[in-house]
């Protein structure tokens, strides 16, 4: 193991495939967050589901008897605009392939949501995505607009298996427009720079928790964090093995975490 675990000071925590997938909650997951109270570990929940705002985890926690903060939750869809108005402040019109949860947080942070002439074209999960939003997309791409991604996860994972994510979007958009996307979400580092503001620990003593090795593991390990990769997702021990950045730590689920940690001490 190439991670001493009674040294950490945050975690990052992904939701689907971690936490739970589709809408099975997976084992452990109650116990886990009393450790990581009783052990005073800070943590945010990063997740690159555009579809849901923070009060999404909130709720569903809640309903397994876990209580957090919205403060303590990050979405792709809440840090879009975040990251906008902190990197392109000249940004003000976007073009948006999205669900509500995108358009909500880009209307409350005062973007305008224009079907032409867009300062940037702004992209997450669409579930009722068409050939003509593509097409306007990829106009404006060509036109001169920037192309942000919320994320570039090529499937989601689901009860019924993996179905197209957000980057099945965005390499149409790639393909026909040659301009390679802004990635806000996981492997991004807006992602995991915002979430280190949240958790206030420094990059060396904090841990992206994760079961995706092409965002939570890559990209954690991009910005300087430990990482750690549970197999009850999307990854599995085989492709961890071959990846070209091998997770600090892999464990089969939580509870096997909550107990190497725990030795630890």
Known sequence: MNLKLQHLRGLLIDLDG????????????????????????????????ATRRAEYPVVRLGEMGI???????????????RWLRHSLPSVKKVFVIGERALRDALHEAQFEMVEQDADAVIVGLDRQLTYEKLKRATLEIRRGAKFIATNTDRTLPTE????????????????????????????????????LEMTGTAPQETAMLGDRLDTDIDGGAAAGLKTIMVLTGVSTRAEAEQNGVKPDLLVEDLPTLIQIWADSY
């Open 160 to 195: 019924q298996g993996l179905t197209p994510g957000t980057g099945s979007l965005v390499a149409a958009l790639v393909a026909a427009t040659d301009v390679e996307p802004i990635i806000i979400g996981k492997p991004g580092r807006p992602m995991f720079d915002l979430a």
């Open 67 to 81: 209580v957090i903060s919205s403060q303590q939750v990050l979405t792709s869809a809440d840090a879009a605009p």
């Open 18 to 49: 971690v936490l739970w997938v589709g809408d099975h909650a997976l084992a452990g997951v109650a116990a886990f967050f009393s450790f990581l109270d009783a052990h005073q570990i800070r943590f945010v929940l990063v997740s690159n589901n």
